[in-house]
């Protein structure tokens, strides 16, 4: 073989492995970005938690405070109704008027007999002390003397039952008699409906009963109307056997009698204070067995999921527990990273 054939042998090959270490060269290269670039990059936002007062909210109703019909104790025929349907009539006012036919001669016939039954017991009694009466004709005279007293208070409280009045201040919301109707004992006059103060009528479940106690404030909503403060009352100690809810009623100040009964409504009360971080909805996430949490990054860019409870809601977002405290969430990105993967993280920019 020739110098000349051996001298290109020599390039030919150095040519080769200088060409074959550039395209090592390169690989290695593409290898390291290719691996910086598999990092995921996300944004995150630091969260603290603050105290919140968690709300109980139940579906309710206004109901009056009571509903009486007024009855007739004595029978007789309607003289008048000053009470017309649907107004208010205060305690102690007339709502119906019986007729006194001749109630007042009773009376005053029972005053008659009482003044001769006294003047008869005290008579015996004198003619006692003189040995002229006996013991049996005294004790005739003043058991005659009771019963004259039991006649005209009879007689009395007849003519006092001749008008039917309304034992509180209330609305007449029916009143099924007119002036010349007829009452007989036990008979209806009118039905009267208390509605201030106005009953809160309320179901809590097993769960949101145990945390209701007497007492509690709480505050009363209506579509139609302006909120009011009410006060607890009433917390039964069975459950309902076909709606298996508790019944709870609270107690609004309707003095204006605005409200009535039978609107619908919602019953919210304050629980104690709790410590809970408020995130926005949007981080929201579901896990595989459909409970909602979220995904933070802690001190060494590792990727956490904590499972959350929400305990309120409001327009910033949702109040919840279950987070450390400060924790940094994923605000970007959330989707795309698996818990203990390690990641890039950048501060949420503020707008």
């Known amino acids: 073989m020739s110098a000349n054939v051996k001298i290109a042998l020599i390039i030919a090959f150095a040519t080769i492995v200088w060409l074959g270490s550039g395209l090592v060269s390169k690989g290695s290269q593409a290898e390291v970005k290719l691996s910086a670039s598999a990092v995921t990059k996300v944004t995150v936002e630091q969260f603290t938690a603050q105290k919140f007062i968690p709300q109980l909210t139940l579906n309710s109703h206004t109901a009056a405070n009571r509903v009486v019909e007024l009855k007739a104790q004595v029978a007789g025929t309607v003289q008048a109704v000053p009470a017309e349907r649907g107004s208010l009539i205060q305690k102690d006012h007339t709502v119906c008027a019986i007729s006194k036919q001749d109630r007042p001669q009773y009376l005053e016939q029972a005053k008659a007999k009482l003044q001769q039954a006294e003047i008869a017991y005290k008579g015996s009694l004198q003619l006692k002390t003189a040995g002229y009466q006996s013991?049996?004709?005294?004790?005739?005279?003043?058991?005659?003397l009771e019963a004259a007293k039991f006649e005209l208070t009879r007689s009395q409280l007849d003519i006092d039952r001749l008008n039917i009045k309304a034992p509180f201040t209330a609305i007449v919301e029916e009143r099924p008699v007119e002036v010349g109707d007829y009452l007989s004992p036990g008979q209806t006059c009118a039905t009267l409906v208390e509605l201030n103060p106005l009953?809160?009528?309320?179901?809590?479940?097993?769960?949101?009963?145990?945390?209701i106690k007497l007492g509690d404030q709480a505050t009363a909503t209506f579509e139609d109307y302006p909120p009011e403060q009410a006060v607890v009352t009433y917390i039964s100690s069975q459950a309902n056997a076909t709606t298996r809810g508790y019944l709870v009623e609270a107690v609004i100040n309707n003095k204006d009698l605005n409200i009535r009964a039978g609107i619908s409504g919602q019953l919210t009360l304050d629980l104690p204070a709790v410590e809970a971080h408020l995130i926005p909805a949007s981080l929201i996430l579901l896990d595989a067995q459909g409970d909602i949490m979220v995904r933070a990054v802690d001190q060494a860019s590792r990727v956490r999921q904590f499972t959350l409870n929400v305990v309120g809601e409001t327009d910033q977002g949702l109040w919840v527990q279950g987070l450390p405290s400060p924790v940094n969430l994923i605000t970007v990105g959330q989707n795309y990273v698996t818990e203990g993967e390690i990641i890039d993280s950048f501060p949420q920019q503020t707008p």
């Open 199 to 211: 009953n809160i009528i309320a179901q809590a479940s097993e769960s949101a009963v145990a945390k």
């Open 135 to 144: 013991d049996l004709a005294i004790a005739q005279a003043k058991a005659n």
